[in-house]
């Protein structure tokens, strides 16, 4: 059975920073993308990043380049990810998913079969 | 903001039918990137319905159906039922943009 659950989520001060992860099993993490999507209160989903199976390949959206950095670790089947300089618009849940792709290219989202149920980042001082 | 464009809400009886669109461009659905789509209930996290235009995973009822057209895409419930209340998003690829893209999400009320 597949299993995503992510942890790290929390209350944060603006301009802090934050890591989320993600343990993932039940499936080769290493074959898999794996992408971080967010949902703000009352809001709809954004895409944020994306990482290909053996982590070659990354992609950020615009609203977050520069300030987040999506990584995994093979060896322990979990992916995190890093967001800095944190504002009140990055309040949100933040959910893991497993990406359908198996291969690595640069496109590295094609769509998420698989979905943790989410941690609550919540930013304000 | 989205690229895709989803009308905000869509209502009807038990037993008719609705029908969800999603409006792209010619650098995701346009480009030929394939539509997903996903249900979410509040407070949970959203579950796969509908893959490469028309596919529904294993255990998604048959009264869900999807298809693409151009820049777009409908998601399609023939029978709507109590428990389809849900909110509804659509997803691609932009090559343009270089990411994964959501539509603005539907809320479907069952009257």
């Known amino acids: 059975e597949v299993q995503l659950v992510e942890s790290g989520g929390g209350l944060a001060q603006p301009g802090g920073s934050l890591r989320l992860s993600c343990e993932t099993s039940?499936?080769?993490?290493?074959?898999?993308?794996m992408s971080w999507v967010r949902q703000a209160p009352g809001k709809g989903l954004e895409w944020l990043s994306g990482?290909?199976?053996?982590?070659?390949?990354?992609s950020y959206a615009a609203s977050v380049k520069g300030r987040c950095t999506i990584s995994r670790d093979t060896a322990k089947n979990t992916l995190h990810l890093e967001i800095n300089d944190l504002r009140a618009e990055d309040t949100a849940v933040y959910f893991c998913?497993?990406?359908?792709?198996?291969?690595?290219?640069?496109?590295?989202?094609?769509?998420?079969?698989?979905w943790g149920r989410g941690t609550l980042v919540t930013v304000s001082s | 903001q989205s690229v895709l464009t989803q009308p905000p809400s869509v209502s009807g009886a038990p037993g008719q039918r609705v029908t969800i669109s999603c409006t792209g461009s010619?650098?995701?659905?346009?480009?030929?990137?394939?539509v997903h789509w996903y249900q979410q209930f509040p407070g949970t996290a959203p579950k796969l319905l509908i893959y490469?235009?028309?596919y529904r995973p294993p255990g998604v009822p048959g009264r869900f159906s999807g298809s693409k057209s151009g820049t777009s895409a409908s998601l399609a419930i023939t029978g709507l039922q109590a428990e389809d209340e849900a909110d509804y998003y659509c997803?691609?690829?932009?090559?343009?943009?270089?990411?994964?893209?959501f539509g603005t999400g539907t809320k479907v009320t069952v009257l």
């Open positions: 039940g499936f080769p993490f290493e074959t898999y993308a």
């Open positions: 998913t497993k990406d359908r792709l198996a291969a690595n290219v640069k496109v590295v989202v094609y769509y998420f079969d698989y």
């Open positions: 997803q691609s690829f932009d090559n343009r943009l270089n990411e994964g893209v």
């Open positions: 490469d235009n028309i």
């Open positions: 010619g650098s995701n659905i346009g480009a030929g990137f394939d």
């Open positions: 990482i290909s199976g053996n982590g070659g390949y990354i």
